[in-house]
């Protein structure tokens, strides 16, 4: 309510908002639509609420459309849509008005990895769709900084048909983890501008590993189970010694990514859907 930046679409005011980190994130896109939002409804919530609800509305068709290409079932594709769209989980993402870089950065994600799909299937318009591959990964790294997970889901959309890895595979790859690494300094740069980041952390690294482990644990018991959510998690208690679940939560991760990775060639589903939730959670650990 208080953001200068979205008071204007003038082309000085555009300028400011695709050089500013705001809040500890770099995000021009997310902020550009408040900012057509702010244009249209002022700080009418109605509007801004909407904008998300469409979003995200598309977003679930576009999770149909993606996972059916994938999986060549329409029924795998609605029910993973129906789940993707009615999950308490999302909650937060469509109702919280400033969450916009959510789902405007999966809107431009989930599209980027349709196209790369028909990129391996359809070889005689691959420059084109390999362009707008390019260009709508480049749009969500704009909307969010977790994008930076996207050339790591297209290996494992490489492996997922069978497919043998070979120098053209990863070749493709190379121009998207470039803009990876670009956009994922930036984006660490961002949060330690805020504070979010920060060099002498209050408590030592291997006992964050035990929170990101915990917090791993917990992403997957709230997605089988709904129950109990928050819309804040409070830290233990800063006392000597965490609770003891967290030191036994790498004792349960580890030997659970082992077997998975173990069935690599036997179940591609298994592997494909673990690796695609891993490496797209990591980044919140």
């Known amino acids: 309510t208080d953001n200068p930046l979205i008071k204007s679409l003038s ?18 896109f997310t902020v550009l639509s408040l900012a057509i939002d ?37 029924i795998t594709a609605f029910i993973t849509a129906l789940l993707f769209g009615i999950h308490p989980m999302h909650v937060e993402s469509v109702a919280w008005v400033a969450e916009r870089k959510d789902v405007l950065y999966v809107f431009f994600y989930v599209s980027s990895l349709y196209i790369y799909v028909l990129y391996r299937k359809l070889p005689e318009r691959r420059r084109v769709l390999y362009f707008f591959t390019l260009i709508l990964f480049i749009f969500s790294l704009f909307s969010k900084g977790q994008a ?6 297209l290996l494992f959309i490489d492996y997922f048909p069978d497919q043998k890895f070979n120098k053209k595979i990863i070749f493709d790859k190379i121009p998207l983890f470039i803009l990876s690494i670009v956009v994922g300094i930036v984006a660490v740069m961002a949060q330690k501008s805020s504070g979010s980041i920060i060099d002498n952390p209050i408590r030592p690294f291997f006992e964050r590993i035990f929170f990101g482990s915990f917090s791993f644990l917990v992403y997957i018991a709230k997605m ?62």
């Open 11 to 28: 082309f000085e005011n555009v300028k400011k908002i695709f050089s500013t980190y705001l809040a500890g994130n770099y995000h021009p």
């Open 38 to 74: 702010y244009h249209f409804n002022k700080l009418d919530p109605g509007g801004f609420h909407a904008t998300n609800i469409i979003i995200h509305i598309l977003n679930v068709v576009l999770v149909f459309f993606f996972i059916r290409l994938l999986s060549g079932k329409s």
């Open 224 to 285: 089988i189970v709904p129950i109990n959510l928050s819309a804040y998690y409070p830290h233990p208690d800063l006392a000597r010694f965490l609770p003891f679940y967290f030191y036994l939560s790498p004792l349960i991760i580890l030997p659970l990514v082992y077997f998975i990775f173990r069935a690599y060639k036997k179940d591609k589903i298994l592997v494909f859907g673990f690796g695609f939730y891993m490496i797209n959670i990591l980044l919140l650990l």
């Open 148 to 153: 930076v997970t996207l050339p790591v889901v």
